[in-house]
């Protein structure tokens, strides 16, 4: 390969199994995207604000906005001369940016003013669906966004130190060192999930970590810390050292991918497209675009040490299929299509056998339904049987009544020389009637609310034993798929029994569920 005379060389990378990597030059996949900035100073972070389609870019001095698609770039102005910026994010009506003073808003018409002052911020979010719900992680925990001022958020207990925050739906959600916790009331409680290597379980409000949903083995290995929390439409994207996790807003665990088999390279950014994830890491950014067999695909890579870290990524334009990368000096951006025609040869869209990735399965929920539809034991039942003994009490008894009757008239006559008769006309008698009666003592008790109990405990009973047979298979069948994507592929035992137990399970769901749980894996895929 021919060594260019420039200061940097950025490639784009694709695999192709065990074959020499292809390098192709930034114009055929990523588009450059010019923007000057002043010596010394260095991109940082990027946000697309939909209230007037235009995008902002921070360094540590300045900021810098584009009305047409990057075409060209005007400095802002902003009240401070040097103001250390660290953050940069939108809500669908306001532009925040963070400082060394204090967070800044904007509506993107005038100027910058301040919201709220505060020392030692790092990074902000607003809720999509609350945009009056801003939130910021800084050193001493995490702040509300209120009346001017910023109003601590009480934390967990155990939650020494944050490392990522998200606010989604109402929901706020938290990345203290291996473990997420989300609140539905702004800090009032808590719950807490603690990740491992392969396993995860939910904690209750306290962080005591009462084992609920899966087995922690004994010195299991524990992810160091949540390194990102992003908020897709439906679900929770959790970036940690060991992989990309994936959680809808009920804190269920909807899914994982490993980061094994990309060596030292771990994502530490992530985000969903309409195609699969995207992560990004120091150097790199991966795609896993649910491509069979599944797996992480290079699709950009800084070549050389000069250029920095990838500093930050994002989805531009309102559906959400192109990604801007950030560097230290340089600006790239690519179609999600672009890169998903140059993922590695032979492998085509779809997900394979197995695969985790979003919504890979329903939730606990939704086939706890499946199954009780199928059973016919849904507590909707017993309510239905229940009102309609009452409506039964209300409604009359009915009782008709019919009757005919009939009469000859015949008349004799006779004297001492005749005998003879004359028939009358028959007479015809017909009777309706029709009786209404209550019973109002029904309307209290009414015997047949005696065998509706005794139904409806044996029903419990059964739907219990249904819903904890399924649970349990749920879950293994998650475990197993987690741990089987958690491993390194040289480092797998047995795949194939692996696989057939899984598949085994499946089949368990589907006879307690008539098919619908395979169907609804099909349907997410």
Known sequence: MKKISVLILFVCLVFAGNEARCTVQNGEIWHEISLTIPPGDHLKKITYFSGNKSIYVITGTSIYVSEDHGMSWVEMDFPETDPGLKDIFSSDDMVYVISEKGIYRSTGEGAWGLAARGSALREGICDKDHTDKVFVRGANGVFRLEGGRLVKVDLPGVAKKVDAICCSAGTLWIGSGNRIYYSEDLGRGWKGILLTGCAYYD??????????????????????????????????????????????????????????????????????????LVSAGEKQVFCDFNTDPPGWDTVFEVSSPVEGAINDICMIAADKKEIWVVLDHRLFRSDVESLLRKTEPGRTPGPGPGYIGPLSAP???????????????????????????????????????????????????????????IDGPRETDTDWDI??????????????????????????????????????????????????????????????????????????IDAFTGGRFSEAVECAR
Not at 376 to 383: A, C, L
């Open 363 to 421: 939730s606990i929920r939704e086939v706890h339904e499946m199954a009780m539809d199928f059973a016919e034991v849904n507590p909707e039942k017993i309510e239905r049987w229940r009102r309609n003994i009452r409506l039964k009490a209300m409604l009359p008894k009915v009782s008709l009544g019919f009757s005919e009757s009939s009469s000859d008239n015949i008349e004799i006559y006779k004297s001492s020389t005749k005998y003879y008769t």
């Open 435 to 508: 009786d209404l009666s209550w019973d109002l003592s029904d309307l209290i008790w009414n015997e047949s609310q005696a065998s509706v109990d005794v139904r409806s405990k044996l029903m419990v009973q059964l739907r219990n034993d249904i819903l904890e047979e399924v649970t349990r298979l749920y879950f293994e069948r998650k475990r197993l798929l987690l741990e089987y994507w958690n491993t390194r592929e040289d480092e797998r035992s047995s795949p194939r029994e692996k696989a057939a137990r899984i598949e085994e399970i499946t089949a368990y």
């Open 203 to 276: 904690e209750d409000e306290n962080g005591s970590g009462e084992e609920e949903a899966a087995d922690i083995s004994e010195g299991a290995e524990t992810i160091p810390f949540i390194r990102d929390i992003y908020p897709a439409d439906d679900r929770i994207i959790v970036t940690g050292q060991k992989g990309v996790f994936l959680f809808g807003y009920d804190g269920g665990i909807e899914g994982m991918v490993s980061f094994a088999g990309l060596g030292k390279s771990r994502g530490k950014i992530s985000m969903i497209t309409p195609s699969g």
